[in-house]
T-cell receptor, first 109, second 116 residues
Framework: GQNIDQPTEMTATEGAIVQINCTYQ??????LFWYQQHAGEAPTFLSY??LDGLEEKGRFSSFLSRSKGYSYLLLKELQMKDSASYLC??????????WGAGTKLIIKP | IAGITQAPTSQILAAGRRMTLRCTQD?????MYWYRQDLGLGLRLIHY???????GKGEVPDGYSVSRANTDDFPLTLASAVPSQTSVYFC???????????????FGEGSRLTVL
């Protein structure tokens, strides 16, 4: 079956760095996506990886290892507004997105 | 720019009633999707449409139907609502149905549905 695993909840301190991991097993691979979802709001697109390596976009970076079925989202210089759920999703061979349950990130002052 | 508009924002519905959730986009995106989001579970695809005039079943299609008469509108209908359909429903669109941009989805604000 297809499966996306990510931690349910993480806590970090304002100004610090946090890494949110995602492991996957899917039928084919056409890219891995990270989305941010604030409580009560819609998910918004953060990043896309299709090749191995690190993609940097401001304070956020996303890493992919296809051989290991592994990705992480790295958030630097954490701000209170980064408190949200972070959703990992993989596009399978049929170009359908398979979603993880999300990681709720709590930022403490 | 509105993006994607969903209606209603929230609704309480008696079991057995028919309900249509509306979704309209103004981005001229080809692909549109309906997801449900339940606590502790990932987003689950109900139905999708790769282009106007075509629709397909997702992971959890039972009890739901969709139509795509034009590019902009993609309504989701619950023919006879049941309590297990209590959820938050998100409509989404993407510029492509395949290729690198297919996973870059734009979401509506969601419709919170409670079936009693």
């Amino acid at each position: 079956g297809q499966n996306i695993d990510q931690p349910t909840e993480m806590t970090a301190t304002e100004g610090a760095i946090v890494q949110i991991n995602c492991t996957y097993q899917t039928s084919g691979f056409n890219g891995l996506f990270w989305y941010q979802q604030h409580a009560g709001e819609a998910p918004t697109f953060l990043s896309y990886n299709v090749l191995d390596g690190l993609e940097e976009k401001g304070r956020f970076s996303s890493f992919l290892s296809r051989s290991k079925g592994y990705s992480y989202l790295l958030l630097k210089e954490l701000q209170m507004k980064d408190s949200a759920s972070y959703l990992c999703a993989v596009m399978d061979s049929n170009y359908q997105l398979i979603w993880g349950a999300g990681t709720k990130l709590i930022i403490k002052p | 720019i509105a993006g994607i508009t969903q209606a209603p924002t929230s609704q309480i519905l008696a079991a057995g009633r028919r309900m249509t959730l509306r979704c309209t986009q103004d981005m001229r995106h080809n692909a549109m999707y309906w997801y449900r989001q339940d606590l502790g579970l990932g987003l689950r695809l109900i139905h999708y449409s790769n282009t106007a005039g075509t629709t397909g079943k997702g992971e959890v299609p039972d009890g739901y139907s969709v139509s795509r008469a034009n590019t902009d509108d993609f309504p989701l209908t619950l023919a006879s609502a049941v309590p297990s359909q209590t959820s938050v429903y998100f409509c989404a669109s993407s510029d492509e149905s395949s290729g690198s941009r297919a996973g870059e989805l734009f979401f509506g604000e969601g419709s919170r549905l409670t079936v009693l």
